[in-house]
């Protein structure tokens, strides 16, 4: 089973820039793909940017030219760069991986911007 442990979140002002990074269990080889999903009280649960082994991304339109995604495919590592941050940025961020069919998530990291 693959265990994700996210940190960074916190507490930023509008305008301001923070970093999430989410480590899958390093025994897995494979893991694809990886990204951010976030959750907003009383919203579901949505994508934020995904990226696969070979880097590929997806983003929401909603962070375009905002956030940037990249992994270290040897550490099973997935970031998430977010500048620019909005107080719609607000939510609880969830790492997301997929290994050999099956998805797995982080605990979640909460990201609150506000003034």
């Known amino acids: ?7 960074g979140g916190g507490l930023v002002q ?5 970093s ?7 025994r897995f080889f494979g893991i694809d793909p990886m990204g951010w999903y976030r959750q907003a009280p009383g919203n579901e649960r949505e994508l934020v940017a995904i ?7 997806r983003y929401a339109d909603s962070v375009k030219d905002r956030f940037t ?5 040897a550490k099973n590592t997935v970031f998430l760069q977010m500048n620019s941050l909005k107080v719609e940025d607000t939510a ?3 790492c997301y991986c997929g290994y050999q069919g099956r998805a797995y998530w982080g605990q979640g990291t909460r990201v609150t911007v506000s003034s």
């Open 20 to 26: 999430l990074a989410c480590a899958a269990s390093a």
């Open 14 to 18: 509008p305008g301001e820039s923070l």
């Open 92 to 94: 609880v961020y969830y």
């Open 51 to 57: 990226i696969g082994i070979g880097g590929t991304t």
């Open 69 to 73: 995604i990249s992994r270290d495919n």
């Open 1 to 7: 089973q693959v265990q994700l442990v996210e940190s």
